[in-house]
């Protein structure tokens, strides 16, 4: 398995920035995928998911109406439309695979995935 993010950079507050995880090593189309954040200091955190078809997603409220997220099972890829950005969205972005086919019991927790990527820095500043 493989998963591995790119997108990431300076932006200005209020600026845009997309995110984009291309995965590999896995029948990618079964297996709900989704975004999570660490900052220095601080434990990783949900952003969002996105079951195995791309119909229902999932977000934290911090980010809930500025962030989109969706994937491309053609393309084995899963992406995150991060818009009117925050100085606090600051972070490494991590791409992860939940574990277990076709289940979205509990997508939120970072021990319910088993493969990570090596995050994309996002940095929100003036």
């Known amino acids: 398995v493989q998963l591995v993010e790119s997108g990431g950079g300076l932006a200005q507050p209020g600026g845009s920035l997309k995110l984009s995880c291309a995965a590999s090593?896995?029948?990618?189309?079964?297996?709900?995928m989704g975004w999570f954040r660490q900052a220095p200091g601080k434990e990783r955190e949900f952003v969002a998911a996105?079951?195995?078809?791309?119909?229902?997603?999932e977000y934290a409220t911090s980010v809930k109406g500025r962030f989109t997220i969706s994937r491309d099972n053609a393309k084995k890829a899963v992406y995150l439309q991060m818009n009117s950005l925050k100085p606090e969205d600051t972070a490494r972005y991590y791409c992860?695979?939940?574990?277990?086919?076709?289940?979205?019991?509990?997508?939120?927790?970072?021990?319910?995935?088993?493969?990570w990527g090596q995050g994309t820095q996002v940095t929100v500043s003036s």
């Open positions: 992860g695979k939940r574990r277990g086919e076709y289940t979205t019991v509990t997508i939120t927790i970072p021990a319910d995935y088993d493969y």
């Open positions: 090593g896995f029948r990618f189309s079964r297996y709900v």
């Open positions: 996105v079951t195995w078809g791309g119909d229902s997603t």
